[in-house]
């Protein structure tokens, strides 16, 4: 009953800070919001795990997940670097270069708009689990099977939205390029590419966590002796949770920092849509 009273304590303490805080509004306030939210949860976790006996084999307490982070930094990096870097990173370049340079040419084709999009939306609702093992067996068990995997999940997202950006221009404003006798590549990168830019950047923010998801997962079905998908694996057949836990946190922040970073690049190409002004201000 004790321990039940302290855990209601803590959480009813942290909501009463963030409701008096939230009250002001500014952006150092939004994130110490966050961040308090955050901290209670990792606390609120921590006694639930302690006070009711949990085994670390069901659900590690964070004091031992940190613990396993600080012993397997060089493993977690090495699994950063194979799982995100080679795999993740490179089939999200590839894969939304090549939506964006697909959508180019949908835009140039109706014919192509008939024929490829229904290809797409095809290939897109491909299970990843029955076509990791495939591309796995194409590419082989190193990072290059993962980032095709990566590829194929990312490019019907990125190509829908760059398709709708391209075409989101009213019929004035191609009338006024045609006017001016402009050709289809100045009429592209002067008007069409800026107008999809908010489309563009929404397919790939999305995309973001696909890409990790789906480097990730194909790393199950085959992988060398390392990569977070493997150490994963590995480790729960060794009921090291901790360490899954660590991955886990690895994938987390590696997550966050790369939708953050589209999310940054993104106000400094769009800095003239309404969305971007009205954050700012």
Do not use: C
């Not at 009953?1 to 939230?22: D, F, H, P, R, Y």
């Not at 397997?72 to 990096?77: D, E, G, R, V």
């Not at 999940?153 to 390029?177: E, K, S």
């Amino acid at each position: 009953m004790t321990g039940a009273l302290s855990i209601l304590a803590v959480w009813l303490g942290a909501w009463g800070l963030n409701s008096w805080l939230a009250r002001f509004g500014t952006r150092s306030t939004r994130l110490l919001v966050a961040v308090i939210f955050g901290l209670t949860i990792v606390v609120l976790w921590e006694m639930i795990v302690r006070i009711y006996a949990i085994p670390p084999v069901i659900l590690p307490p964070p004091t031992q997940i940190a613990a396993s982070f600080a012993a397997n930094t060089a493993i977690l990096w090495a699994d950063f670097v194979q799982t995100i870097v080679k795999g993740a990173l490179t089939g999200w370049l590839l894969g939304g270069a090549a939506a964006i340079l697909t959508a180019i040419a949908i835009d140039r084709s109706p014919f192509l708009q008939r024929g490829l999009l229904p290809i797409g939306n095809f290939v897109a609702a491909l299970p990843i689990v029955g076509i990791a093992p495939i591309l796995v067996m194409w590419f082989g068990f190193d990072w290059q099977s993962k980032a095709a995997v990566v590829v194929v999940m990312v490019f019907f997202p990125i190509l829908v939205n760059m398709v709708a950006g391209l075409a989101a221009t009213d019929q004035m404003q191609r009338d006024q390029m045609a006017t001016w006798a402009a050709p289809y590549a100045q009429s592209l990168w002067k008007l069409r590419l800026p107008a999809a830019m908010p489309f563009l950047f929404n397919g790939l923010k999305i995309t973001t966590t696909l890409a990790l998801i789906g480097a990730i997962v194909a790393e199950f079905f085959g992988s060398p002796t390392r990569g977070m998908g493997f150490r994963i694996s590995t480790a729960v057949g060794r009921l090291d949770l901790p360490l899954v836990w660590a991955e886990i946190l690895v994938a987390a922040i590696a997550g966050s920092l790369f939708y953050g970073i589209v999310a940054l690049i993104e106000k400094k190409v769009t800095f003239w849509h309404p969305s971007q002004r009205g954050q700012r201000g």
